[in-house]
């Protein structure tokens, strides 16, 4: 297992680069198709792909064997601080979509990232699930149900989309942004949760 190790842990950090890649590629994707349908569920996957980023790079740090205590629990702070303030401007947004009878235009471009999304996620999080186990690693592990989450999130909002596209169900769009509402406070509610276990 031991020489084993090295090689895992090369493993570990690509999926941990690829999701990085694909997430820093999904803030620009995501940020162009929200603004273009006023879409409120794509607007908010793609601040929880920028959050997402911050993750990772926490991740990274585990698995380099750079982690710094002090560093990481105020990065897991700041990671938590801002998904609740995602929930916040997601759910005011939703709120007044559906208050206003705001009707979000079609996204065929938010609907094939998201589709995209939810494939590419549910691959690194099965190979890091694998890898963590191997490696007894439970950053990684933890990681992995991280990602396997932001897959189910991808599906949601894709749900909302293809809603809004194909049945006219304008309400479906800030419906799947409220599924990004409530990721956002468990996700928010976790680091606060794993930054005060920091030793």
Do not use: C
Not at 55 to 64: D, P
Not at 128 to 138: E, F, I, M, Y
């Amino acid at each position: 297992m031991e020489r084993a190790r090295p090689a895992l842990l090369r493993r570990g950090l690509r999926l941990e680069y690829a999701t990085l890649g694909w997430n820093v590629a999904g803030v620009l994707v995501l940020a162009v198709a929200a603004v273009r349908a006023g879409s409120v569920a794509l607007a908010g996957f793609g601040i929880d792909s920028a959050i997402e980023i911050l993750a990772s790079v926490v991740v990274v740090r585990e698995l380099l064997g750079d982690a710094d205590p002090v560093r990481e629990r105020v990065a897991l702070r700041r990671i938590g601080a801002a998904f609740f303030a995602l929930a916040a401007y997601v759910s005011a947004q939703a709120v007044v979509v559906l208050a206003t009878g705001s009707h979000p235009d079609s996204s065929p471009l938010g609907i094939g990232w998201t589709a995209a999304t939810a494939g590419v996620m549910l691959a690194l999080a099965a190979g890091k699930a694998l890898t963590g186990r191997s490696l007894g690693h439970a950053v990684l592990r933890t990681e992995a149900r991280v990602t396997l989450v932001d897959a189910y999130l991808a599906s949601a909002v894709l749900a909302g989309l293809v809603l809004n596209t194909a049945a006219g169900w304008w309400w479906a769009d800030p419906l799947a942004g409220f599924v990004v509402v409530v990721y956002g406070i468990r996700e928010g509610l976790a680091a606060r949760r794993a930054a005060a276990a920091v030793p």
